[in-house]
């Protein structure tokens, strides 16, 4: 009898342990790859615009840094939308924008380049053209219909990597492959101008 009562509390100990364990590296490794915003301010111009300011962080996979270094150029969608909640009716979106970013690597040149549109910044290394990704200063966005000063509206912001960009033979990888996939959870908050 006692051998029982002491086998079981070395297996549970063991296994609480283990448990622990296990629950924190998969915390860890399910926050080693992604996007994550680490913060999302909208701030109010007039009437009719607003300016969004964010800072997210962007993990690539293997697979996506040996595609970039291998000059196949990566394209990031950010989504930014703005709905007023009404009690009475449906909720109306106010505001929807889209931008997207694109990371590229020329290999004849040794640049990396971070664009947005036909803007574009090249640098020397991988991490210092992700750091000018993931950074969202004062971007002005235009508002479809006028904003109402003191009222309140739900913010929602998303970042993911758009696979549609990508070369038709890696959109199939794409499809079947978590490698290829890097999406950001939907940040909402609460915005009064």
């Given at each position: ?159 993911e990597l758009d696979t549609s960009y990508l ?27």
């Amino acid at each position: 009898m006692t051998f029982m009562m002491a086998f079981s509390m070395l297996f549970s100990r063991n296994f609480r342990r283990f448990f622990a364990f296990s629950s924190l590296l998969w915390v860890f490794l399910a926050h080693a790859e992604g996007i994550d915003i680490q913060s999302a301010e909208v701030q109010w111009i007039d009437s009719a615009n607003v300016s969004l300011t964010t800072d997210f962080m962007v993990n690539l996979t293997a697979a996506l840094k040996e595609a970039v270094e291998r000059g196949i150029p990566l394209t990031f969608s950010l989504d930014l939308g703005l709905i007023q909640p009404r009690w009475y009716w449906f909720n109306r979106q106010v505001l929807t924008w889209h931008q997207e970013r694109r990371l590229s690597y020329n290999p004849l040149t040794r640049v990396y380049r971070y664009s947005i549109g036909g803007l574009y910044l090249n640098f020397s290394s991988l991490d210092e053209a992700l750091q000018a990704l993931e950074t969202v200063k004062a971007v002005p966005v235009h508002s479809q219909m006028p904003l109402g000063k003191g009222e309140q509206y739900q913010a929602q912001l998303h970042i993911e990597l758009d696979t549609s960009y990508l070369p038709k033979p890696f959109q199939l990888d794409a499809l079947y492959s978590g490698d290829w996939t890097l999406t950001s959870p939907h940040r909402e908050w609460m915005f009064t101008p």
